[in-house]
């Protein structure tokens, strides 16, 4: 060793932040701004590009410039194809890079290829939202059993409840890698409050949604397992609705799958009291999420932002990874059958007493703190362990 290399500072412990879409980002941008804030540790950035527009809104609300960007997202593509660009696209990052640890979020195609590349280099694994389950490998699909999967080769597991530690501790996973720190979405949700008093997109400013004289419905629905006929039936279940309430007026930010576009044009278009509009920013959207009188949606997130908000949520799936919101009743499952449908919502139109005290239930999954505790834990264990990596 010449005496300029014992003399050289060491590098201090790196960990990479990795996601692909636009829900991860939200969920991890506040977890960047939390681990930049503890002294010592080194943050990377590294961007798939699942979803190129949506996610690049989100990276520009919260400031965050990628250090790497892959930009896997192909038009069409299976999820075998995806799966095989994300592999070797990882290994060449973690071959330069070295990182000392990635934290991934949820269920995405690639949190899992990118937990499965840092296991073949020996990196440690943070799961951010660990433990969800519908013990139903194909609903949600993929999103189930990358769920499973991550499971398996993490090495932290941050769980947004106790319900999904408890899932955890079932599966085996010592009690010592579970800490349960609440969900990052209400963190993101809590910082941009404030940004979110106004429409920044035209389209929606030009529907003049702020005066309250109608009752909004708003809607989002994308899931692979409701394409088709499932999807069909629930919009015009929701077509009904609209109709049947002279007083409701339905926003619709419709998914780019090609899919959700053909069935929405399809069964809700046109209409005078329905607005389908592009895709929104994240912005854009909190402001819709707090004007709607009700929400009919088969996001995962919104399950989770929606009670900090006091807004009702119903389900457009058979099943819900997040049952902390329907044991709270802020939530209800009614999956795509037209009859569930309409029978909630009618029971949240037409009667202010429940509709009042769904408003005014606690959100389960958080306080807005979750993204500090991640950081916290994952500087704490690098520095204890000398920033080595698991053998």
């Known amino acids: ?15 990479a932040v990795v996601f692909g879409t636009r829900p991860e980002a939200i969920k991890l941008c506040p977890v960047v701004a939390a681990l930049r804030d503890q002294p010592g540790l080194r943050v990377r950035v590294w961007v798939t590009g699942q979803h190129r527009e ?3 809104q989100v990276l520009d609300i919260f400031g965050v410039t990628p250090d790497a960007d892959l930009a896997v997202m192909q038009p069409g593509q299976t999820l075998s194809e995806l799966t095989a660009r994300l592999l070797p696209a990882l290994d060449r990052l973690f071959r330069d890079e070295t990182p000392d640890a990635v934290l991934v979020q949820g269920d995405t195609t690639t949190t899992f290829v990118t937990s499965l590349v840092a296991f073949y280099h020996q990196v440690r694994v943070g799961h951010v939202e660990a433990g969800l389950r519908t013990a139903r ?18 090495d932290w597991h941050f769980a947004p409840t ?21 969900n990052t979405v209400v963190d993101a949700l809590l910082q941009l409050r404030e940004q979110a008093r106004e429409f920044r997109a035209a389209a929606l400013r030009d529907l003049d949604l ?25 919009l015009g279940a929701i077509r009904a609705l609209v109709e049947r309430y002279p007083d409701t007026r339905l926003v619709f930010p419709v998914h780019l799958n090609p899919r959700v576009r053909e069935a929405t044009d399809e069964v809700l ?27 009919l949606t088969d996001s995962g997130g919104i399950q989770e932002e929606a009670p900090t908000l006091g807004k009702p949520v119903l389900v457009l799936r058979e099943t819900t990874e997040r049952p902390e919101a329907v044991e709270a009743g802020t939530a209800v499952l009614v999956g795509t059958d037209p009859a569930r449908i ?48 698991t053998p």
């Open 1 to 15: 060793m010449s005496p300029d290399q014992s003399h050289a500072p060491a590098r201090p412990p790196t960990v």
């Open 54 to 56: 949506m996610l690049q």
């Open 137 to 154: 490998r194909y609903n949600p699909f993929p999103e189930e059993l990358n769920r499973r999967l991550t499971t398996r080769l993490a």
């Open 162 to 182: 106790r319900w999904a530690a408890d899932n955890l501790a079932r599966e085996g996973v010592p009690a010592e890698d579970v800490h349960t720190v609440g």
């Open 210 to 234: 702020e005066g309250g004289r109608e009752r909004l419905l708003l809607l989002t629905t994308h899931r692979r397992e409701s394409f088709g006929a499932p999807m069909r039936a629930s």
């Open 269 to 295: 278009g046109p209409h005078p009291r329905i607005h389908l509009v592009e895709p929104l920013g994240y912005l854009d959207f909190l402001r819709l999420m707090s004007l709607a009188h009700l929400i």
């Open 342 to 389: 309409t029978a909630e919502a009618r029971r949240l139109l037409e009667d202010p007493e429940e509709y009042a005290r769904r408003s005014r239930l606690a959100n389960p999954f958080g306080d807005g703190r979750s993204s500090g505790r991640i950081a916290r834990i994952v500087a704490a264990a690098l520095r204890g362990a000398g920033h080595q990596p």
